[in-house]
C-alpha cells in the first residue's frame, strides 16, 4: 500500500512542478497574503494616517502606545507581524489542503480514475496519495512563507532552535493532513469543478476567521470564540507560536504545546481514517 | 471451464434498464465478443465484469471471483482497455506505463523490459519520452493498448480497442494478441464495431441490443442460423422457368425466380455450386452469370437488431466523443 501511495504521489508532485504558473503562483501568493494582511492589520500604520498632519513626536509617541497596547492583548513580546505571520502559516495548509478534493475532480473527468479503479490497488491508497501530495505542496509553500516572513521581520524568541522548528513542521503537517482528508472526504462525490469550488469558497474564510490565525480568540464574539475553539487551525496556529516565542528567559511552554499537539494528532486520524473508508463508497463510478 | 460467467446480470440508471438480466459464459481461452449498437450495454457490462460498477441485479463470477465480493482478486487478473481514454496527459507515455506497471506490482525490471516490448509493438517507441499531451487521438489509443498489455493479464477486456486507428495498427495489433492470446493462453473479452474483425477473430459472438442479448454462437452458427449460403444464377434461355428442376438438385434448400436471376439458398455453398452448374449443364442449358453469397454478419446483426452495422461503421457519435474527449483533456 505504501508503495502505491508513494506511486501516485510522485505522479501529482511530476504534474505539479511541471506547470511553471502552478509554481509561480505557490511562491507569489503567500507574498501577497503575507504583504496585504500586515498591512491591513497594521494597526499602528492604520492610526497613523488620520493624525498625518500632527507633528511627527506625538504621532511616533502614539505609534509607541499602539504598540504596547497590541503587546498587552496578544501577550508579552508578541507584535501583531509576529502573531499574524505565525498564523499565516496554518492559513497557507487551509489553503492548499482545500484544494486536495480537486485533482479528485479532474482525474474523474479525464478517466483517470477509472484506471486506479480497476487496478488491483487500495482504494484508500488512492485517496491518501492525494492527501499526501497535497501536505507536501502545503508543506512547500510553509516553508516559503517562513522565510519570507523572517525577511519581512518575524521576531522569534532568541532560543528559537532546529528542533522547534521541526515541531512547527510536525504541527503544520498534522493539519495539513487533516484537513486535506476533510476536503477529500467532503468533496468525494462531487464530479464538477465549479460546484468543488463553490464548496472551497463557502469555507474559507470562515474557517479562516473563526480561527486564532488572525486574531487572538479572546478578542472575539462569544459566538465567534465557541467555533475557533473547535477549529483545528486555532490549535495549530497556537502550537506554532508556542514554538516561535521559545526564547531563554520563558522557556517552552510544555502543556500548551501538548494539547495542541494532542488535538491535532486526533484531528488527522480521524480525518485520515474517515477519508480512506469514504474511498471504497466514494470513488466509485456511477 | 468458464473463466467469465454472468447470470441475470443487470445494470438500472433510474429508470433506462442499461443491462437487462443477461446471462452467458466465456471460455478459457476464447476471443469472445460483444456486438450491439451504440447504447445497447455494451460498456455498462464491461464496467460490471471489471469491478468498475455493482450490478443492480444478479451475479458474475470472473476467473472464479465474484465482482463484488473478491473485486480486488479479479482486477490483479484483469487487464482494462477502456473506450474513454484514461491515459495521463501530463506525464510522458514511458511514465505512464511505469505508473500502470507499479499499480500492477509489476517488478521494475521486469517492467521495463515489458514496456519496450509493447512500446515497440504499437509504435510508440519514439515518441515515448514525450508528453502524452502532444500524442496524436490514435496514438493515445496506442498507448491505452500497451498499457493494458503490461502486466499479462489472465484475462482482458477490449472495449471497441481499434475504434479511430488505421488498418494498418489495427492489424498488428491483432496479430499481437492472437500471438499473446495463443502464448499465454489469455482470455479476450471485446466489444467492436468492425464487423471484420469481429467476424475473423472472435471465436464467438453475443450480439446485444437494448440490454439484453439476442443471438450468441460461433461467428458461423449465427451466419447459418439466418439462412445459410445462397447463390445468385443467371441463364442465356429465359423463356422457361426452370426452379422446379433446380430444386430437386442436390443441396438446394429453396429456389427462387426474381425477373431473370435465381436465388437458390443452399446448404454447403461451396460444394453446392459445382454440382449445380454441373446439373444445368446437363439439363443443355447455359449459365450467363453466376455468384455465390455468403451471410455476412453484418446481415446478422441486421437480422437481430433490426439496425445495419454499416451504418454505425464510421460511428460518428463515437469519434465524436473520443475527439470531445481528447480537446477535453487538452483545455
Ligand atoms: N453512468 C450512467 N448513468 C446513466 N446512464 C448511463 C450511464 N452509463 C451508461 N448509461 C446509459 O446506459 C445505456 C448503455 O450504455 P453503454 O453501456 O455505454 O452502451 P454501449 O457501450 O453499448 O454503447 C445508454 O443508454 C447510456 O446512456
Ligand atoms: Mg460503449
Known sequence: MISEIWALTIREVKKWIREPILVFMMIIQPVIWLGL?????????????????LPPEITQQIGVIFNQTIGSIFGGTLDYFT????????????????????????DRRFGFLNKLLVAPIARGSIVMAKVTSSVIRGLFQVALV????????????????????????????????????????LTIRIKSWEAHMAVINLLNLPLMFASSALFP?????????????????????????????????????????ALNFEVLIAFAVIFSFIGIVLAERGLRKG | MAIIETKDLTKVFGKLIAVDHVSFAVEEGEIFGFLGPNGAGKTTTINMLTT?????????????????????????????????????????????????????????????????????LVELEDAANRKVETYSGGMRKRLELAEGLIHYPKILFLDEPTLGL???????????????????????FMTTHYMEEADALCNRIAII????????????????????????????????DFSEAIAKMPYVIDVKRKSETYKIKVAKGEEALPNIIE??????LKVSTVSLIKPTLDQVYLEYTGRSLRENEGNREEVMRMMRNIRRARQ
Not at chain 1, 498564523?87 to 487551509?94: D, E
Open chain 2, 52 to 120: 468498475l460498477m455493482n450490478p443492480t441485479e444478479g451475479s458474475a463470477k470472473v476467473a472464479g471471483f465474484d465482482i463484488v465480493k473478491d473485486a480486488n482478486k479479479v482486477r490483479s487478473l484483469i487487464g482494462l482497455v477502456p473506450q474513454d481514454l484514461t491515459v495521463d496527459e501530463d506525464l510522458t507515455g514511458m511514465e505512464n506505463m511505469m505508473l500502470q506497471a507499479m499499480l500492477y506490482h509489476v517488478p521494475k525490471d521486469v517492467a521495463k523490459k515489458r514496456i519496450e516490448e509493447v512500446l515497440r
Open chain 1, 37 to 53: 494582511f500586515g498591512q491591513a492589520f497594521n494597526l499602528t500604520g492604520l492610526v497613523q494616517i488620520p493624525l498625518s498632519n
Open chain 2, 166 to 188: 488505421d488498418v494498418q495498427t489495427r492489424t498488428v495489433i491483432w496479430d499481437y494478441i492472437k500471438k499473446l492470446k495463443e502464448e499465454r493462453g489469455m482470455t479476450i
Open chain 2, 209 to 240: 441490443d437494448y440490454g439484453k442479448i439476442r443471438a450468441l454462437g460461433k461467428p458461423k452458427e449465427l451466419k447459418d442460423g439466418i439462412g445459410g449460403d445462397v447463390i445468385e444464377l443467371a441463364l442465356f434461355d429465359n423463356s422457361k
Open chain 1, 146 to 185: 517562513f522565510s519570507i516572513a523572517f525577511a519581512f521581520g518575524l521576531k522569534a524568541g532568541n532560543a528559537f532552535n532546529v528542533l522547534d522548528l521541526l515541531g512547527v513542521f510536525a504541527g503544520l503537517f498534522l493539519l495539513s493532513l487533516g484537513l486535506s482528508s476533510f476536503f477529500i472526504a
Open chain 1, 217 to 257: 480568540i479572546n478578542m472575539m464574539p462569544d459566538w465567534l470564540q465557541s467555533i475557533a475553539k473547535v477549529n483545528p487551525i486555532s490549535y495549530a496556529s497556537d502550537l506554532v507560536r508556542a514554538f516561535i516565542l521559545h526564547s531563554s528567559s520563558v522557556g517552552l511552554d510544555v502543556s500548551r504545546i
Open chain 2, 279 to 284: 446439373g444445368i449443364l446437363k439439363m443443355n
Open chain 1, 83 to 106: 502573531y499574524m505571520a505565525a498564523g499565516m502559516l496554518s492559513v497557507v495548509i487551509l489553503f492548499t489542503s482545500m484544494f486536495s478534493g480537486m485533482s479528485v475532480v479532474w
